[in-house]
Structure formats: C-alpha cells, structure tokens
C-alpha cells in the first residue's frame, strides 16, 4: 500500500504530464475535472476549485478543505509537494480576495461595501471571537435567508478560507443598530486587517 507521500507524489506527478491539457478545463461537468477530483479523493477529504480563465498566463488550483480547518494540515501538505508547474500556481486553501465584492446567493445580492460586521471575544475556553454580521431586513423569510448565506460566503471570500475557519468562531447575524459605529460595527476591509490578513504574492 501507497504511503500518503507517495500518493501526493503520484497525483503531482499526473497532473504535471497533464497540465497543457489541463488548462482547457471550462466546468466542474467536464472529464479533466473529474479525474482531479478522483485522483485527490486518493490522497483524503480534499476538495479543488479551479480560477482564472485560460485567457490568463496562469491559472490557480485552489485545494479547499470547505472550511474545515482539521483539514488543513493535509492541505498544506499536498501544497508544499507541489513541483513549479508551467502555467499554474497552486493555493493551499481558497485565498483572501481583499477586494470589493458582489455576491449573488439564490437571486440575492449582497456587497461587501454595505456589509457591517462586529466582534466579541470567545469565552475563556475559546480564543476564537463571535462575529455578528448586520443582517438587511427582508419581509420574505427566504430571501433573508439568501442574503445571510451570502454573507457568509462574502466574508469567507474577502478574509479567506485559513482566516475565517481558523480565527473566526461563530457567525451571528443582528439586527441593523441606528448607530453602526457606535456599536461597535466596522466594515469587512477593517475585519480583515484586524485578522492580519494579507494577499497572497
């Protein structure tokens, strides 16, 4: 039997081979993406997300543990293993995107400019803080619904996925206060450098 090392080895090694071809990967519907997933499936719970567009010098395989930070051990891992691929650059863990965003969950927009966000230290046996998010008012239950799952998301994307999984505890979400700054709230940009979040270079 394979040790986990050699496996990490074999899959770099095929996807090496196969990176030219690799690049003309356009939906998680497609063959090329299937066979990443089974061949990672071999390693571990791994997951992948592809980005960039092949109009780019290159693209980025982002290996993803969805959020489960017991998982990125093994991320990490499979990451250093990783030789200097021509046209790729590979990403332990979906990364911080520090930018304006615009996320739309299930018809629901949601932006990180009109986004409002405030911690609370965790209790003693918990380092990690709460983090209450300002949640729009909506008559329909659904479409609040919506909006709070894409801010979940939209903080996930802004900070990434180390961040938010590894610093962050639980996500409340509060009614919108007359006064934002003075309870305490401040915008995802600020979340972000409290969390000493950079870009990845």
Same mark, same amino acid.
């Given at each position: ?15 090496? +081979? ?7 990967? /356009? ?20 997951? +992948? ?15 993803? =543990?969805?959020?489960?930070?017991? %998982? ?6 499979? #990451? =250093?293993? #990783?030789?200097?691929?021509? %046209?790729?650059?590979?990403? #332990? ?11 739309? +969950? ?35 239950? /659904? ?21 938010? =999984? ?6 409340? +979400? ?18 972000? /450098? /409290?969390? %000493? ?5």
């Amino acid at each position: 039997m394979n040790s986990r090392s050699e496996t990490i080895r074999f899959f770099w090694d095929w996807f090496q +081979f196969h990176a030219p071809q690799l690049r003309g990967i /356009r939906s998680s519907q497609s063959p090329e993406y299937a066979e990443i997933e089974r061949r990672l499936k071999k390693i571990g719970d791994v997951h +992948f997300e592809i980005g960039g567009g092949p109009e780019k010098s290159d693209l980025e395989l982002v290996l993803t =543990a969805h959020g489960n930070s017991d %998982g990125f051990p093994l991320i990490d891992e499979i #990451a =250093a293993a #990783a030789p200097r691929i021509e %046209g790729w650059r590979i990403c #332990a863990l979906k990364p911080p995107l520090l930018e304006n965003l615009k996320i739309v +969950f299930e018809g629901q927009a949601v932006e990180s400019q009109r986004l409002w966000v405030r911690w609370a230290p965790g209790i003693p046996s918990e380092a990690r803080p709460t983090l209450f998010i300002c949640c729009e008012y909506f008559e329909e239950p /659904r479409r609040a619904e919506a909006w709070a799952r894409g801010a979940w998301i939209l903080v996930e994307s802004y900070v990434g996925e180390r961040a938010f =999984a590894s610093q962050l505890g639980e996500i409340e +979400f509060v009614q919108r206060p007359a006064d934002l700054a003075g309870e305490g709230f401040f915008r995802v940009d600020e979340l972000a /450098r /409290r969390l %000493g979040v950079h870009l990845i270079q």
